[in-house]
């Protein structure tokens, strides 16, 4: 089976602008899930999207949001942009049940000029 | 509400040696837990996980943990650590809220000597 894949690996922004990110989930999971990782804070939940369906949110300002395709592909999009939005932002993808594994794809590395 | 720590930011092992890298968690209910490992300009390969059952879990690459419920650790080890072993390494705990997510530990930088 194909792994979870992210587009693109790499983007650099300048301040202001907005951004969107793909993520495509292993074949049949239902479950994306976007996770910021950054130095100083770690590795941050953003968002969950099952069946097209937003089931969860973490504690990051409305200018990050995202949306799920009945194939159960994934985007995220950062409005606004701000110096602080630089992270890799990583998507990972499940099957839904609770006891389900999370796969990571490699991540797309964002830089805020 | 759930989280995990991990107490060392650095493990220096030499190559050929036992590893442990620690987990502890705290969580209201029954534990879901994860390890995960990060290389370089990579994602996170899931390693290993503990959702019920034997308290000693093996996982990819040789590692395993031992869930501890008395002490709340979940630490992972290998008997005999290899140079290619040095990564970034997560502990982290799933949300039992009805969601998916996962909330993670600070990692911790394992170094195999050689």
């Known amino acids: 089976k194909a792994g979870v894949t992210q587009t693109p690996r790499y983007l650099i922004k300048t301040r202001g602008q907005q951004v969107t990110l793909s993520c495509s989930p292993i074949s049949g999971h239902r479950s994306v899930s976007w996770y910021q990782q950054t130095p100083g804070q770690g590795l941050q939940f953003l968002f969950e999207?099952?069946?097209?369906?937003?089931?969860n949110k973490g504690n990051f300002p409305g200018r990050f949001s995202g949306r799920q395709f009945s194939n159960s592909r994934s985007e995220m999009n950062v409005s606004t942009l701000e110096l602080g939005d630089s992270a890799l932002y990583l998507c990972?993808?499940?099957?839904?049940?609770?006891?389900?594994?999370?796969?990571f794809g490699p991540g797309t590395r964002l830089t805020v000029l | 509400a759930q989280s995990v720590a991990q107490p060392e930011d650095q493990v220096n092992v030499a190559e050929g040696n036992p590893l442990t890298v620690k987990c502890t968690y705290s969580?209201?209910?029954?534990?879901?837990l994860f390890w995960y490992v990060q290389y370089p300009n990579r994602g996170l390969q899931f390693l290993l996980k503990?959702?019920?059952?034997?308290?000693l879990v093996k996982g990819s690459y040789g590692f395993e943990a031992e869930f501890n419920k008395s002490q709340t650790s979940f630490h992972l080890k290998k008997p005999s650590a290899l140079v290619s072993d040095s990564a970034l390494y997560f502990c982290a705990v799933r949300d039992l809220s009805g969601a998916n997510n996962l909330f993670f530990g600070t990692g911790t930088r394992l170094t195999v000597i050689p």
């Open positions: 999207y099952f069946s097209e369906t937003q089931r």
């Open positions: 969580v209201s209910g029954n534990p879901y």
């Open positions: 990972a993808s499940a099957s839904g049940e609770v006891t389900d594994t999370q796969y």
């Open positions: 503990y959702i019920t059952g034997d308290n």
